[in-house]
């Protein structure tokens, strides 16, 4: 057997059992224990996340929130692999990230999470349908298969119309419509997006909202979005707010936070008011 046979039989066993461990029912997806990330610039170190605990279900749609330069990016960044963390673990499925294989790590960006972004950072040049099917070409799919894929997906974001048009030529919101068929396209079992809706309009960013959650329930996705917008982290499963780097207490503390904001307002508007 070749070595690359052995780490080919070593991955489908991993997702094999991960796999199986999802449907027999077993809760978790994804848990982090103590996850800190520090990074340093020159003399500076700058805590980006402090020892972040987190347990996320499968089938939940967890929302996190908080001001920027909370971590929110950096946490996500971690839960999908794109980065590692200074210490802690990521769990995916009960899995340890930690210590896995450079083509392990690749293996599980591309089949089990799916990313959208603020930007949609797709390839202008390329049709909707091409920039879709870029996550399979990447992973030597036949062209043919890859683009009736893509297809088939933005018929489910509601854009077949669209397929065979340039991407720099698509509105903002159907832009990002394209991004969500690039990000499922794999058929991954976690959704991260990060900001999905900060760059459109109300109306847009509701539209892509709902479009997320439909396909969430529709796939049986786990999705975790980090968002300014209070209004749609509502309407998840679970809100986490992340503060400094750390998780305050979780939906809760978001009601609490806001209304808190009410009081000061409508105390610093008494106070204004008594002064005259
Ligand atoms: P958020 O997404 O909530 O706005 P980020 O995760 O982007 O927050 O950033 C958290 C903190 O980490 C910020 O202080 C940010 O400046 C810092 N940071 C993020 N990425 C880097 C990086 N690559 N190098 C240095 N500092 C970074
Ligand atoms: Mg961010």
Redesign the pocket.
Known sequence: MKAQDTTEAVLADRWQAAQTSLESGSGELVKTVGLRKV?S?GNTQ?T?LAGVNLSVARGEMVAIV?P????????LHLLGALDTPTSGTVYFAGNSLEGISEAELAEFRSRAVGFVWQRHHLLPDFTAAENAAMPLLARGVALREALGAAHSWLEEVGLAGRAQHRAGELSGGEQQRVAIARALVNGPLLLLADEPTGDLDEGNADTIFELMQRLHRSHRLTSIL?THNLQLARRCNRTLV?ERGLLALGEESLAERESATTRAASGRAKAQEERG
């Open positions: 990074f610039s700058v980006a908080g920027s330069g909370s971590g929110k990016s950096t946490l980090a992340l």
